[in-house]
């Protein structure tokens, strides 16, 4: 009948075979499978491209993951980096109230910081010098930077300069640390800086602001100009001046002191004449007259003939 399934295939939709072939619906293996009736060797060769092709993406996905994870640990790396700079580049309390004190730029204060990093063991000895230093300075930043100078050649001694002659010059004179500082600078590029040494020297004995007159001269020297002799007279509290007034005070009191002491022997010695006895010469016309008689009675003086009788 019209519309009635087929015997023997209960359920089934009409047209539909009753049974497939073997086989039948199932995917084909690939061409050249071993194992397989049929194998050819262009199937063996596809194969084999097909195994190549997969080890590829393995061994790609494996060199994916192991640069994700180098990526990782560089990163974790340059995070710890960046931290370590952060903390470096955080600069010092101390710097930080020195260069508010003195009003200091970024950069210098950076340089300062970063040699005073390197000086951990003698950090607060170098940080109180240098607040000693620029305190009295006129230009603290030019300065600092002649002190940041020494610290990175090694020189740095505190409130000392690195020139053991300009130390004792300035000790003599009372110079400021900027202008020994300068100076010093200064001397170490000259030819002949013990002769320039001496030069200053005879300046500084005539002035009464020894450390400007080092500041003036600072050009000059930067020049190559040679020093001259001096020609003005020395000015009033100069060291030559001081040395004077001490010398004329000396001076003073020595011929004081022996006023004093002509003073005291004439008061304490006799009279001139006292003591000795009076002669009264004759006039040659008979014998000598009687002399005069004592006064307030006194001893009367011997005369000639008494004394030499």
């Not at 195994?51 to 790396?77: D, E, G, H, V, Y």
């Not at 300068?182 to 004995?205: G, N, P, T, Y």
Request: no cysteine.
């Amino acid at each position: 009948m019209a519309g009635m399934p087929l015997a023997g295939a209960p359920g089934m939709p009409m047209g539909m075979p009753m049974a497939m072939p073997l086989g039948a619906g199932a995917p084909p293996p690939p061409p050249g499978a071993p194992g397989m009736p049929g194998m050819d060797p262009s199937g063996m060769q596809a194969m084999l491209m097909y195994q190549q092709m997969i080890q590829q993406q393995m061994a790609q996905q494996q060199q994916q993951m192991q640069q994700q994870a180098a990526a990782t640990s560089q990163f974790t790396l340059q995070a710890a980096q960046a931290y370590e700079e952060s903390v470096q580049q955080a600069i010092d309390t101390e710097v930080q109230e020195m260069a508010h004190h003195f009003k200091l730029d970024e950069r210098i204060t950076k340089d300062l910081d970063v040699q005073m990093k390197r000086r951990r063991q003698t950090f607060d000895e170098d940080i109180k010098a240098l607040w000693e230093i620029l305190e009295g300075a006129r230009n603290p930043a030019g300065l600092l930077r002649v002190k940041i100078r020494e610290m990175e050649e090694g020189t740095f001694r505190g409130t000392a300069t690195p020139d053991r002659d300009v130390e004792d010059l300035a000790k003599k004179f009372n110079l400021d640390a900027q202008a020994s500082a300068k100076l010093a600078e200064v001397l170490s590029k000259r030819e002949d800086r013990k002769k320039d040494l001496r030069q200053i020297q005879k300046h500084l004995e005539l002035s009464n602001k020894p450390s400007s007159l080092i500041m003036l001269m600072l050009k000059d020297l930067r020049a190559g100009i040679s020093v001259k002799d001096p020609e003005y007279p020395a000015a009033v509290g100069s060291y030559a001046h001081k040395r004077g007034l001490k010398r004329t005070g000396r001076s003073r009191s020595r011929e004081k002191k022996r006023r004093q002491d002509s003073s005291d022997e004439s008061s304490s010695s006799p009279p001139r004449g006292a003591g000795r006895a009076t002669v009264s010469r004759s006039s040659g016309a008979g014998p000598l007259a009687a002399a005069a008689p004592p006064r307030d009675g006194a001893a009367r003086p011997m005369t000639l003939l008494e004394r030499f009788g």
